[in-house]
Structure formats: structure tokens, C-alpha cells
């Protein structure tokens, strides 16, 4: 109704104004477009009063927004109809240059609206209304109207009126906030509904799926369907973009095509007044409509990718929940990073370039009918000139493809040795390898830069092309014009000057968007490949109906391979029933399939033939346990709701109350990554825990006793199998023979094949493989019986204690009243007690000395000089070529030239000349230096990593360090060096287009300066809250990719149990996360253009009217129309926006310098202090004083440990799981320094050597045995030291080599963490390496704990045979693995209980030993 009577109100001022100037042709056609205007425009409205007023229907019509749309194009084409009849008629109407500005703006608003946007389909919004049905509540210090869903603030921009959506007003109170304050996550609204990733995950999903044909089969994916889906998802903000590009390119063209008329106008004193006016007025308006339209241009574009990474974030995540086993073998977990850290954001990237493809051809032609206008055959030179150009992009363009693609590879590469590296730091730091990798990792990154290298100087040599092909250009059309004789004029210069400024955006970005059309092409082949891998069966179990069924498992005629492809199964010919509440146990030499078994019976393992059948709901233990990197209590729950009742009585049954009594914060303590604050035990009981809490119905338990003490270990079978789950189905695995008598069932596994069933009395006498198990344990059952026999008869003990007994009941009693104590002042800590801290980020401003170390970091920053030089001299080389094809012109026909034609290119020719050979020097320094900077960050941010102390690694996931070498490294590699090159080039060349406006008259300064300071103070306004947005949401990402590994690792035991969508909600609100700082960063960035826009406009107005003004004796036309046509492209915004991004990016240097400084551990070697190579000969260890904690902030672990381990001894220590133990051996590697005492080895302070030389000297299995990917030879010897005769003989030693000589030798295949082989045989191979290293002291933590008790027996003998002469540190849950030792050392909450000689403890009947053997022999007994 507005549009009825403001063309109304056109048409009675037309009407009076020609009423009494008189009427002609083209005055009556005006008035008749009035009219019509207004008869259309009410009944347009009337139309919608009608049908809305009382209608529940919520969308625009169809027919309506295709009319809005037409209407758009009408009046872009009305606009360019008008501008040309205005060349050829002396005037037109004023009012209609007004209706068209009008026609143009309502037209460009009915568009956003009808095409993008409040259209709803929720029944209850009304037309117009908030884009989510809101409650309004002043909780806003500023008294903003914040509004909420589900009790969440949502951003104002859902409910922004159009004026706000216009001007980017929605983003003032976050901007208020973040002036005041640091902003954090909680103070950034949620995004709108239809800007959460569920909403665009489900109708992205719903768009793959329909174009795979409705299956929904991953398997037909390709790279077409996907791009397809992805134009679907954002199908309207595409609509709309192209909108705006196409607003925006017409009206960057109406300067050009105006500046020779400006020029002639003031050429020619006899020119009406108000004719300059309408210039100046068509000047402002399309530099407001070309400002406007990119400003939202952009942010769209910022929408479309936020789209894009959220769509494409959720669906790799999902798919890397169904991913079968094989599938993750052939993809790797730093790839799978690379997917999402590098590939997705370059596809989401790819928005910025989407309209170039079409709208750079369009570009080229608008600028080529200049052209013609001003030049005319020339501009056809002009246009063979760019074809050229274009064309030399085809081999460009393979050539940047190919080296992108050996970039992305060897990126891959690196990024799976790293991610493997920090996965088992632990370990490289144990066997003092970690230089070793690092070493490799740096050759892996020689191998990438030189990749990079050819991509930047590639990229260098095209963008000097490029850069100087509009001058080129240039310089080829005015030749020509000179050698046929078109005239040369001033204005037909400065509007071909003008139009060559534009051509140079075109020609600039056509290169870079080859580029990224290659680039993204290359990263959505990657992810596809992804999206296509194979995916478990979901059709491999049959479910069976839970009523009056007996069956809880069965497999019929089973065989199962890890490798389809492999002629020999690994689990063959399987038979087995399994009724409901039956205890079914499963044991078997190592490597026989017991763990295999329990993977087919989830349907983890890949099914060649058979039948699965499974009744009920399933909860599995795994072997290698499975932590979240959350709360204790969260594990526990595992998305199940808190029963205290029963939350209690399982902490109680899995032995936890203790353990967490001890942890400063109970239940509520954070587990470091893979639960590295955890002991082994705890871990496996945690994950206990969460199974009985799940109250399923089939329960599979994977060798959940063999991490824990023995004492433990009963308690747990008493109370979780035989209490709670007695009438459960369960199916466990184990080594311990004495937990087979309670089983209904035994199944004995060999090779694969289930060899006996039945009862342990049936089977006992049936078979050679249950008998050799059960013949190993009663032999070491014997040897204990022998010896508490012997000693029980001696009473030398009676009444008396002995007096190596370091600590009597008196001293514990007083210990025990000192952990209260101790216990409570702990608990005091506040929450930054917690292992695991939130990311670090910087606040405030990114501080100068960031940006120095970056310029100073390569060459000292020799070439800053040059690089500066460089660019002011092109700049002033280029201004000189202008001045010259100006001032060396005539102003019209009529006046000869002053120059000759040749002298006039000869002079031309060679200040660009001059000007291109800037440009390639400028950008071969920068490219230079930045390779040279990116290479100095990457070395010493590496070597910090892998020399810094284990405690950085238990409290930092390493989805962080990730972070750091993948994404912010990827920033110092290419996309800095270039920022910094376009900052260089928009501060100069504003200063230059300043200059040079302020040289025709010096009074323009007055506007200028006052302009610039309102720019500057938006700019500080508003940098405070950009920079901890663009802080937040490099935080944010870390999460994302953490939550990614974690899955990936865990995703048995998260289908197990039913816990998928859980999971993936999860990730849904990691997305959401890191969406919003992304959002709120795009609205504050177009917040400070468009009104930076909007004063650079005014200003250049106010310019104008200034120039036009004054008398034309003061000023040169040829020089006015340069400052006008420079005055074009005058805006502040241009730096600011460098500037800005500049900031941003430079983050990433803040982020990897955070990590250059990270506290290292002692030196490896210490010069003055470096031991004998025979050290240590005898390996006598004294331990005094010892106290040790894992933090400053954590409480102690170790508390005044005191003891000696004479030389050549067998040292034996046990002691409830988290009392201790493996922190000691941890003291001994001094991978944790002492609070105080000192461990000292042959007399040598273990802390006054380097940590090489001691950690090598030494050799220890771990409680965790890592294997890493490459080649079993690789594993053993990873240092290449020994030959290959010396491998086979440990191998033979271990009980592997008949395995290994079946498999492939020594080159037999690893897949990441050791997936392969089982847990007892990474734990033999762990074995291997300590024999070939041969060394003095020996450490095993719990090292046979995944062996059963044959092949236990075996190794503890050949340990004896080939370290008789050293150390052997044994920690060991099993009671028969420490008997045969000299001494036993107790340890209890940090504390030693008891250190003497297995015989004298049992001996003292009171001692906690023998309560423990005897309790050992009496469960073995029963």
C-alpha cells in the first residue's frame, strides 16, 4: 500500500511539473508508467489484505514471488534503458530517475523477502512475524527484547524487523556486550531453528538419499549427488546471492560508463547545472545500491557456508559411527581429521567463489560494451586480449591440481604419524623414541613443503600474471587504438582506466577460482570416498522376539573373516546355543578368537555364512577399555537417567567408592583423554559399571578381571556376576582358570574353532587345550600351596612381627587418621583442580608482539623493507601510467594532442612494465618469507610437543594439538603469507587513491579526515567483540574433532549400546557450538562494512558536489575525472576488511606460539653429567623419600616412599588397583619429577642425567601395549639397531614365530593402534622389544595380564633365563606371577604397607600379603 501512494504521490508531481512545462511523447509515456505503477501496486495489495488477513496459510504465493522477481529485473533493465536514452536526448525526467531508484530498492527488498526470507511453515507464525515463536524478557543489561526457545536465547536476527536486517542493527546489543566485556560461548544467542545442524542434517540427509534413488545407500554416493544435495540445502541463500551479485555488478558498472559524460560535462562551461547534479545523484546511488547489495551479498555467502560445514561435519560423523572394521583400517584416524579440519572448510569455502564461475564472463562482457562505447573496434582487441588470459588458465589450473593433490596427500600422511604419535606418547616417551618419531614427522613435512613450495610459487607467478594482465590489457587496446587512429580523449581513457580497474576483479579471481573449483573438487572426491566405505551389516544379527523365546544367543554354521578378501576365515565353523540366564565363560590360548567371538555375536565382525540370533538388549565390556574424556559419573550413566539407589549399589559391586573417595572431586572428576588420570583397573571398572548400569539382558564381558588385583578381581566375579547378573545371560571371556568352575558353560577356543563345550568336569578330561590351561594353573597353584605350606609350619612368627617390616600397625593407624584429613583439604579445590582444563585462549587485543615474532621470524625480517618498497613503487608506477594516459591526452577532438602517439606508449609501456616487475618481486618475497616462517613455526611448535612433560599430554585432548598442526598450521602455510600480500596492497592503494583525490583540491581533506576518524572508531567498536569471536570459534573446533576420535575409537561399545543417536545429538550441539561464533562474527564484519559503505558513499557524494561546484578555470577536467574515477573504489571498509581477517588469521600464529612455549622437560642430555655405557651394571635401585602427584593442583600420589631393590633381584609389587604402583614405575622413568626425595640407580641420581640416556638404558612392557602402523618389523625395532636373525630369535622366544612365519614374516601388516592382533599378542610383541634391548632394569606393569596362565608361565621363564643377572620390577595382579621373586612390595594409597621377601610375609599370618595369597588360594580352591 506504501508503493500505491508513493508512485501516486510521482505521478500528481509529474503530472503538475509538465502540466505547466508542457507535454511530449516521452513526458505522457512517463505519466502512463505512473499510473500504471500505482493501479498495479494496489491491486497487488488489495490481493494480499485479502487473501492473508484471515487465512492460516504462511507462504507467500508462488506466482506472487515469481512477479517480485520479474519486477526486479525489469527495473535493473528499465535502469540501463534510461542510461542509454540519456546519452542520446537531452534530458529525461528527475522523477524518473527517482521511480527507477525506487523500482530498484523495493524490487531488490521483495526478492530477500519472497525468495529468502521470513517465510515460515509453522502454523502458529503470522506473516512477517519472528522467524521462531518467541517469549520476550528484559534479561539484557541494555535493556534489549532477547528471545528464547526451549528456554534458550535465540539470536535476535530470527525476529529482526526488515530496517534492522538491512542495516545489521540485530548485531548492536552483542556488540554493546562485547565492548564491556570478554565475550564468552554463554553470551552468544543459539542460532535459528533453520540454521541448527539436526534441521539441516535431516532435510541434507533427505536430499542425498532421494537422489541415491530413495535407498538411502551410502554405497551410491558420488561426487555429483553430493554437490546436488548441498545446492539443495541451500538453495535459497544460492537465490538470493545471485541476486545481490547481480545488483551488485550493475551497479559497479554505471561509474565507468558515466565518467566520460562527467569529463565532457566539465569540459564544457555551457552545461546546465542541475545535470551535474543528476551525475552526482546517479553516482551515489549506484555506489549505495553496490555497497548495500555486497554487504549482504557477503553475509549470505557467510550463511551458505555455515550450511555447508554443519551439513557436512554431521553426515562424516555419522558415517563414522556405521563404518565396518575393514573401513577403518583403510582410512585412518588423520585422515579422517583432515576430512574434517581441512577438507570441509575448503568446500565451505568454496560459497565465496560460487557465483564467479558465471558471473566473472559476465563481468568481462559488461566491461568489453564499455568499452566498445568509449573505444570501440579496440575493445574487441580488448576482449582477444583476455580470451588469451582465460585461456592460459586450463594448463594453470591442471598444474595447481596436481600439486594440490600431492599437498592434501602428504598432509594425510604426516597428520596419521602425528595423531598416532600423540595417541601413544606415553609409550615413545617410555622407550625414549619420541625423536625418533619426531624426526620422522619432520621428514614426512619435508616431503609436504615441497609440495607446498611449488603451490605458493606457482600461485606467486599467477598472481603477478594476473595482477598485471588489466594493464596489459590496457596497454594492448590503447596500441591499437594508435595504430588504426581511434582518437584518444581524457574521458574515453578514464572510463576505459575505470573499466580496466574492474576488469582487473574478473581476470584476478578467475585464477583463484580455477583454483578452489579444483581444490574443492579434490575435498569433495576425498569425503565421498568416505561417504562410499563399506558400513556394518545391520542385517548381520537377527533379532529374536523376546517372548517365549528360550534362545539368548545362537550361531548357526558361523564363519567370520576381519578380511573378506583373506582365503582363511578367523573364526570357522561355529556352533554354539546359549539359553536365557545361562554364565557362559570363554577361554583359549592368545590369538585363538576369544575376543573375535564376542565382536561376532554384535555383529562387529563381517559375516561370510551362518546365522547370528540374538535375544534382548546387549552391554559390552571391551578388553582395551573404552573412557570417555567427561565426568566419571557420565561413563557410568551413559545416557541413562540417575537411580541413586542403583547407581550406588553397582559403585559398591565395582569396588569404585574407595577410588573415588580418593579424587578431589568424586564421581563429578573429568577422565583425561583414553582415561589417562585413570589406572588400568579403574578404567575397566568404570566400564563395568556403566554395563550393570545398563540393565541389559546379554551381557559380553571381554577379559574384565585380568586389569585388576586379585583381591579386586574376586569381588568383582562375587558381586557382579554371581550377584547382580544371576539371572542375566552372560558371556565372558578370561585367562583366569579359577572363574571357569561358576560358568554353565565353557567354550575352549583354538584356532578359531570352538575345540570343547561343556561343563568343567566334562571337559576337564576331554581335551588337550583345556587341559594344558587348567595343567599351567594348578602347576602354579602347587608352587603357591608348597610354599604357604612351608612357611605355615614355621611359628617363628607368632606374636612377633618382623622387623623389615617398615611400617607397624601403629604407623598405619595414624596414616589412616591422616587421609581424612588429607582427603578433605583436596576437595577444597575449586573447579581448576580438574585434570582436564578448558582451552586456553588469549583475550584482549592480539598483542604486537604476535605480529613481530611472524615478520621477524624469517630472515629477521630482512625483507619487510623490499616487500614495502615493492608495493609503494608499483603503486606510484601506476598512478604515474594513469596521470600520463590522462594529462598526455586531449580533452576532446578538437585539441591536438600534446605528445605523439608513439611517445605516449612508449611511456606507458614502460611504467607498467616497471609496475609488473614490482608486483612479481613483492609477491617472490612474500611468498618466500612466508614458506620460510611457516617452516621455523612448524619445527619449533614440534619439538615443543614432543618435549613436553606427560602431564601436558594426560590434561590436553589431542584434539587440540591436532587443531594446532593441522588447521592453524594450514593457516601459517598459505593463507597468512596472502593476507598479508592484500592488506599491503588495500592500505597503499587507499593511501595512493587518497593522494590522489586530495591532490585536485586540498579542501576535499576536510571530508576526508572526519570520515576516516568515524571509520576508526567503528573499527575499535567493534574489533573487541570480532576478535574473541573469531577466538571462540577456533576453541569450538577442537571439541568437534575430539568428539570425532573418541567416537570413532568407541564405536562398538557405543552401537552396543544403543547409544548412536545420543552420541550424534551430541555432535549436532558441537556443530551448533561452532557455528555460532562463526554467524555472530559474519553479522558483526558486515555490521562495520555497511557502515563504513555508507560513509565512504556520502563522503564520495559530498566529493562530487564539491567538484562540480567550483569554477572550471581552477580545476582540469582530465584530473578531476582521474580523482573520480579513483574515488570509485575510495573506502576505508577495504582495509579495515584486510585488516581484520589479517587479526584473524594471525590467531593462528597466537595458537601455535602458545604451543612453541610450552613448558619442556629436562634435557635429554646432560654434557657434564652423562653415565658410563655400562650404566648401570648391577641395577640397584634406592628409592628415598618419594613423594610424587600427577599436578600441582592434584593431590599426592606417592607419599615418602623409602626402599631399596638390591641389584640382579626379582621385584615383585602388588597392591589394590589405583594404590599407586604404576605411578612408582612412572617416578622411575621420571616421566613425573619427584615433589621431593630422589630415586637414585647404581649410586647415580636418576634427576641429574639426561632423559635419554636414562629412559634408554632401561626397558619396560607397558600396562597398555601399543603397536603402531607399518610392518611388525617396524614395531619390534623401531630404531633399526639389530638385524633380522636377532628379531626371529625373540620372536621364538615370545611363543609368536610359528604366527608370524604363517603370516607374511617379518613384514607382516600392522593396521593403526595394532587393531590386528590381539591384545595378548601386542602384549608379546611389547615382550620382543625388551628382549632385543637387554637391559639392566626391567619393568613389566602388569604385563602378562592379557595372557592366560599357560602362556604366562612360559614368559615369566624365559624372563628368568634371559635377565638372571638383572632388576626385573614386576607389577602383577595375578599372585602366581610374583612368586617366584626375592622381594614383595606393598603398596596402599601411596603408601608402603609391606616390603620383605614373599616367605617372611607369609610367615606374619597378620600380614596384608598372606591375607592375599590365602584369599587367592581359597578362591582358586573352591
Not at 258 to 268: E, H, M, R, S, T
Not at 433 to 455: G, P, Q, S, V, Y
Amino acid at each position: 500500500m506504501g508503493l500505491t501512494f508513493c508512485d501516486l504521490l510521482l505521478s500528481m508531481l509529474n503530472y503538475l511539473y509538465e502540466y505547466r512545462h508542457g507535454w511530449s511523447n516521452q513526458k505522457i509515456v512517463a505519466q502512463l508508467d505512473f499510473a500504471f505503477r500505482t493501479f498495479t501496486w494496489f491491486v497487488i495489495s488489495a490481493y494480499l489484505h485479502i487473501q492473508f488477513s484471515h487465512s492460516s496459510e504462511r507462504k507467500f504465493p508462488i506466482l506472487l514471488r515469481v512477479w517480485w522477481v520479474f519486477y526486479f529485473l525489469m527495473s535493473c533493465s528499465n535502469i540501463a534503458i534510461h542510461l542509454g536514452l540519456y546519452w542520446k536526448h537531452s534530458s529525461l525526467p528527475f522523477l524518473l530517475w527517482v521511480s527507477d531508484a525506487e523500482s530498484f530498492i523495493i524490487g531488490l527488498f521483495f526478492c530477500y523477502v519472497g525468495l529468502f526470507g521470513k517465510r515460515q511453515e509453522d502454523k502458529d507464525f503470522n506473516l512477517l512475524d519472528p522467524l521462531l515463536k518467541v517469549n520476550f524478557n528484559q534479561n539484557s543489561g541494555d535493556g534489549e527484547q532477547v528471545s528464547s526457545v526451549n528456554g534458550e536465547s535465540v539470536t535476535s536476527y530470527a525476529n529482526a524487523n526488515l530496517f534492522s536486517i538491512f542495516t545489521f542493527t540485530w548485531m548492536d546489543p552483542l556488540l554493546a556486550l562485547g565492548y564491556k566485556k570478554t565475550l564468552d560461548l554463554d553470551d552468544l544467542p543459539q542460532l535459528a531453528n533453520c540454521d541448527r545442524a539436526n534441521v539441516i542434517l535431516t532435510y541434507f540427509k533427505n536430499k542425498l538419499e532421494s537422489n541415491g534413488n530413495g535407498n538411502g545407500s551410502s554405497g551410491q554416493v558420488s561426487t555429483l549427488k553430493l554437490v546436488k544435495a548441498l545446492i539443495l540445502t541451500t538453495w535459497k541463500e544460492i537465490l538470493c546471492t545471485a541476486l545481490f551479485s547481480i545488483a551488485r555488478t550493475m551497479a559497479a558498472y554505471v561509474g565507468p560508463y558515466l565518467i566520460d559524460a562527467f569529463v565532457q560535462y566539465l569540459n564544457n562551461p555551457n552545461q546546465l547545472k542541475y545535470k551535474g547534479y543528476e551525475l552526482v545523484f546517479v553516482f551515489f546511488l549506484s555506489k549505495l545500491i553496490m555497497n548495500l547489495s555486497e554487504r549482504h551479498l557477503f553475509f549470505q555467502l557467510r550463511k551458505m557456508a555455515i550450511k555447508v560445514r554443519a551439513a557436512l561435519l554431521s553426515i562424516i560423523y555419522k558415517k563414522g559411527l556405521k563404518l565396518s572394521s575393514q573401513s577403518k583400517q583403510g582410512h585412518t584416524s588423520g585422515e579422517n581429521i583432515n576430512l574434517l579440519s581441512v577438507d570441509v572448510e575448503r568446500i565451505s569455502f568454496f560459497s565465496w567463489y560460487l557465483h564467479d564461475i558465471w558471473m566473472v564472463p559476465s563481468q568481462i562482457v559488461l566491461a568489453l560494451l564499455i568499452l566498445y562505447k568509449s573505444l570501440g573496434l579496440a575493445s574487441l582487441v580488448a576482449f582477444v586480449a583476455t580470451t588469451i588470459l582465460m585461456l592460459a588458465n586450463i594448463p594453470l589450473g591442471k598444474l595447481q591440481k596436481k600439486f594440490q593433490g600431492e599437498l592434501m596427500d602428504s598432509k594425510d600422511r604426516r597428520m596419521k604419524v602425528t595423531s598416532e604419535a600423540l595417541r601413544n606418547m606415553r609409550i615413545l616417551k617410555l622407550q625414549g623414541w619420541e625423536m625418533k618419531f619426531l624426526a620422522k614427522i619432520i621428514e614426512l613435512r619435508n616431503l609436504e613443503t615441497r609440495w607446498l613450495k611449488k603451490l605458493l610459487y606457482s600461485s606467486a607467478m599467477i598472481s603477478f600474471v594476473y595482477l598485471s594482465a588489466p594493464m596489459y590489457v590496457s596497454l594492448v587496446t590503447f596500441g591499437f587504438c594508435m595504430f588504426v587512429g581511434i582518437p584518444l580523449e581524457s574521458g574515453k581513457i578514464l572510463s576505459a582506466l575505470a573499466t580496466f580497474i574492474l576488469l582487473k576483479g574478473p581476470i584476478y579471481n578467475l585464477p583463484d577460482t580455477i583454483s578452489m573449483v579444483v581444490q574443492t573438487k579434490i575435498s569433495l572426491d576425498r569425503i565421498i570416498s568416505f561417504l562410499c566405505l563399506n558400513e556394518l551389516d545391520p542385517n548381520a544379527v537377527q533379532k529374536l522376539p523376546r517372548d517365549g523365546v528360550e534362545v539368548a544367543v545362537q550361531i548357526v554354521k558361523g564363519n567370520f573373516s576381519w578380511d573378506l578378501h583373506s582365503p582363511n576365515f578367523t573364526l570357522k565353523d561355529l556352533n554354539f546355543r546359549v539359553s536365557h540366564g545361562m554364565r557362559v565363560a570363554v577361554c583359549g590360548a592368545i590369538g585363538s578368537g576369544k575376543s573375535s567371538l564376542l565382536s561376532c555375536i554384535l555383529g562387529e565382525m563381517p559375516k561370510v555364512s551362518g546365522a547370528i540370533k540374538l535375544n534382548g538388549t546387549t552391554a559390552y565390556v571391551a578388553q582395551s577399555p573404552w573412557i570417555q574424556s567427561v565426568k566419571i559419573v557420565d561413563n557410568i550413566l551413559f545416557g541413562k537417567d540417575m537411580d541413586k539407589e542403583r547407581y550406588d549399589m553397582i559403585l559398591e559391586a565395582c569396588s569404585l567408592k574407595r577410588d573415588l573417595e580418593l579424587f578431589a572431586f568424586g564421581d563429578q572428576t573429568i577422565i583425561g583423554e583414553r582415561g589417562l588420570n585413570l589406572s588400568g583397573g579403574q578404567k575397566q571398572r568404570i566400564q563395568l559399571a556403566r554395563a550393570l548400569y545398563h540393565d541389559a539382558d546379554v551381557y559380553l564381558l571381554d577379559d574384565p578381571f585380568s586389569a585388576v588385583d586379585a583381591h579386586t578381581g574376586a569381588h568383582l566375579f562375587k558381586e557382579c556376576l554371581l550377584r547382580i547378573l544371576g539371572s542375566k545371560t552372560v558371556i565372558y571371556v578370561t585367562h583366569q582358570v579359577e572363574f571357569l568352575r561358576f560358568a554353565d558353560l565353557i567354550m575352549v577356543m583354538s584356532d578359531g574353532k570352538i575345540t570343547q563345550v561343556g561343563k568343567y568336569e566334562e571337559i576337564l578330561s576331554s581335551g588337550t587345550d583345556f587341559m594344558e590351561l587348567v595343567g599351567a594353573h594348578k602347576k602354579a597353584l602347587a608352587n603357591l600351596n608348597f610354599i604357604e605350606h612351608v612357611d605355615g609350619s614355621d611359628n617363628l612368627s607368632s606374636g612377633e612381627e618382623d622387623g623389615n617390616m617398615l611400617h607397624n600397625e601403629k604407623s598405619t593407624k595414624e596414616d589412616e587418621e591422616k587421609e581424612p584429613k588429607n582427603c578433605k583439604t583436596e576437595k577444597l579445590v575449586g573447579l581448576e583442580g580438574q585434570l582436564i582444563q578448558e582451552e586456553n585462549r588469549e583475550k584482549g587485543e592480539v598483542n604486537i608482539s604476535v605480529y613481530w615474532k611472524y615478520i621477524m621470524a624469517a630472515y629477521k625480517g630482512a625483507f619487510v623493507p623490499f616487500i614495502l618498497l615493492a608495493q609503494i613503487l608499483c603503486q606510484l608506477l601506476v598512478i604515474a601510467s594513469n596521470y600520463w594516459m590522462v594529462l598526455a591526452t586531449p580533452i576532446s577532438k578538437d585539441v591536438k594532442p600534446p605528445v605523439r602517439g608513439s611517445t605516449l606508449i612508449f611511456v606507458y609501456f614502460s611504467l607498467i612494465l616497471g609496475s609488473s616487475l614490482c608486483v612479481l618481486t613483492r609477491s617472490m618475497l612474500i611468498v618466500t618469507a612466508g614458506y620460510k616462517t611457516a617452516t621455523l613455526f612448524f619445527n619449533k611448535m614440534h619439538l615443543c610437543i614432543f618435549r613436553a612433560p606427560l602431564s601436558f599430554f594426560d590434561s590436553t585432548p589431542s584434539g587440540r594439538i591436532l587443531n594446532r598442526v593441522s588447521i592453524d598450521q594450514s593457516a601459517v602455510d598459505t593463507s597468512i603469507p596472502h593476507q598479508i600480500e592484500e592488506f599491503l596492497i588495500s592500505i597503499i592503494l587507499f593511501i595512493g587513491t587518497a593522494a590522489v583525490v586530495s591532490q585536485v583540491a586540498w579542501q576535499m581533506l576536510i571530508v576526508f579526515i572526519p570520515m576516516m576518524m568515524a571509520c576508526i572508531w567503528f573499527q575499535h567498536y567493534y574489533k573487541s567483540t570480532a576478535r574473541e569471536l573469531s577466538r571462540l570459534a577456533e576453541v569450538c573446533r577442537a571439541p568437534i574433532i575430539q568428539h570425532f576420535s573418541e567416537s570413532s575409537l568407541g564405536s562398538t561399545t557405543i552401537r552396543c549400546f544403543d547409544q548412536v543417536q545420543r552420541f550424534m545429538d551430541t555432535n549436532l550441539k558441537l556443530v551448533d557450538g561452532f557455528s555460532r561464533p562463526k554467524f555472530y562474527f559474519s553479522g558483526a564484519m558486515e555490521w562495520l562494512c555497511f557502515r563504513m559503505d555508507m560513509l565512504a558513499s556520502i563522503t564520495y557524494a559530498i566529493s562530487l558536489v564539491f567538484l562540480i561546484s567550483m569554477p572550471n578555470e581552477i580545476l582540469s577536467p582530465g584530473g578531476v575525472g582521474l580523482a573520480v574515477t579513483y574515488g570509485l573504489s575510495f573506502n576505508l571498509q577495504g582495509v579495515v576488511w584486510d585488516l581484520n581477517r589479517l587479526e584473524n588469521w594471525i590467531i593462528s600464529v597466537e595458537r601455535i606460539l602458545q604451543y612453541a612455549c610450552i613448558p619442556s622437560e629436562p634435557p635429554m642430555l646432560v654434557e657434564g653429567n652423562r653415565p658410563d655405557r655400562e650404566w648401570p651394571s648391577k641395577g640397584k635401585v634406592d628409592i628415598v623419600g618419594l613423594q610424587v602427584r600427577y599436578a600441582p593442583h592434584l593431590p599426592l600420589i606417592l607419599r615418602d616412599i623409602t626402599c631399596t631393590f638390591p641389584g640382579g633381584m626379582k621385584i615383585g609389587i602388588v597392591g589394590r588397583t589405583g594404590s599407586g604402583k604404576s605411578t612408582l614405575v612412572q617416578a622411575l622413568f621420571r616421566m613425573l619429577e619427584p615433589v621431593v626425595g630422589k630415586i637414585t640407580i647404581d649410586g647415580i641420581n636418576i634427576s641429574s642425567i639426561g632423559l635419554h640416556d636414562l629412559r634408554s638404558r632401561l626397558s619396560i612392557i607397558p600396562q597398555d601395549p601399543a603397536m603402531f602402523e607399518g610392518t611388525l618389523r617396524s614395531n619390534l625395532d623401531p630404531l633399526e639397531e639389530y638385524t633380522d636373525e636377532h628379531i626371529w630369535e625373540v620372536l621364538d622366544r615370545c611363543q609368536l614365530g610359528d604366527k608370524v612365519r604363517k603370516e607374511g614374516k617379518l613384514d607382516s601388516l600392522v593396521t593403526e593402534n595394532g587393531e590386528n592382533w590381539s591384545m595378548g599378542q601386542r602384549q608379546l610383541i611389547c615382550l620382543g622389544r625388551v628382549l632385543l634391548k637387554k637391559s639392566k632394569v626391567l619393568v613389566l606393569d602388569e604385563a602378562t595380564a592379557s595372557m592366560d596362565t599357560a602362556t604366562d608361565y612360559l614368559i615369566q621363564q624365559t624372563l628368568r633365563q634371559h635377565f638372571s643377572g638383572s632388576i626385573v620390577i614386576t607389577i602383577a595382579h595375578r599372585i602366581t606371577s610374583i612368586l617366584d621373586i626375592d622381594m614383595v612390595l606393598l603398596l596402599d594409597n601411596g603408601l608402603i604397607l609391606e616390603y620383605d621377601s614373599p616367605a617372611k610375609l607369609l610367615e606374619i599370618k597378620s600380614s596384608s600379603f598372606a591375607k592375599l595369597v590365602r584369599e587367592y588360594t581359597r578362591r582358586c580352591s573352591s
